[in-house]
């Protein structure tokens, strides 16, 4: 068993992870059946145990700036944090403040863009953004959700890593493609949809763990809870793990 199995306590939070609606049908190597784990998933262990796993953990988007990092996570979606780094390192030599981005050319702003997918779309999101930036925050990327969720193309999982990202605000927890898959995995939330699987996360952890969850989480889901072939026997919370195939 590994070191802290056993020591958390969620009851001091909000009492013990809620189990999938789903659970008892497969498991995350596709047999069929769901078991109950050796070991209670609790706050403290998942964190713990996280942290000893992936102790690296951050925001893989390569960023210097909150207006950097806003643009970097808006031409994330549907791509790759690699490619997006590839097509920032040159386009934020081009476009340094909020006001470049306002005044640029859509049609060479797409193709700059073009590698990282869906570049009409994210275009008119970035551009947009950008006005609003111009027009109503002075330029400046807004460090509260109501005003970040305002943006083109900024619902709360960009505006949340944003704002840990950028301000190391904890206002939420951001669910991409690789949150909903472990969360549901290890039975923190029986829902697919982003808006309830964060509002049980929020519930689940400590304000101040938000953020850094967040980075773990995608970690796991990146490096060892892969969607297709889960790396369970190499998983350090296999034990607390409904669906663990081992
Ligand atoms: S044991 Fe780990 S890798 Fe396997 S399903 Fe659970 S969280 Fe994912």
């Known amino acids: ?85 590839i097509v920032t390192a040159e386009l934020f030599q081009r476009y340094r403040t909020a006001r470049d981005y306002a005044c640029a050319d859509p049609r060479r702003f797409e193709q700059q863009i073009n590698s990282t997918g869906f570049f009409r779309a994210k275009t008119r999101m970035v551009l947009g953004a950008a006005k609003m930036l111009v027009n109503r925050f002075d330029g400046k990327v807004p460090t509260t959700i109501d005003e970040l969720v305002q943006l083109p193309g900024v619902a709360r999982k960009t505006a949340n890593v944003v704002l840990w990202g950028a301000f190391g605000k904890n206002e939420g927890v951001a669910v991409d493609t690789h949150v909903k898959r472990v969360t549901w995995r290890l039975g923190l939330t029986g829902s697919d949809d982003p808006v309830k699987i964060e509002q049980h996360l929020m519930r689940f952890l400590p304000r101040d763990k938000w953020g850094r969850t967040t980075e773990l989480l995608i970690f796991l889901g990146r490096r060892t809870c892969k969607a297709a072939n889960p790396d ?12 663990s195939c081992v």
Request: hydrophobic share 30%.
């Open 232 to 243: 369970c026997p190499g998983c350090l919370l296999n034990k607390a793990c409904p669906s």
């Open 1 to 85: 068993m590994a070191p802290g199995i056993g020591s958390g306590r969620l009851k001091k939070q909000n009492g013990h992870a809620p189990r999938s609606k789903k659970g008892g049908n497969e498991d995350a190597c596709g047999k069929p059946s769901r078991r109950t784990p050796a070991v209670t998933l609790t706050v403290d262990i998942l964190l713990e145990t996280l942290e000893r796993m992936y102790p690296q953990a951050c925001i893989e988007l390569v960023y210097h700036d909150p207006l950097e990092l806003l643009v970097a996570t808006i031409l994330s979606a549907q791509s790759t944090d690699r490619q997006v780094n």
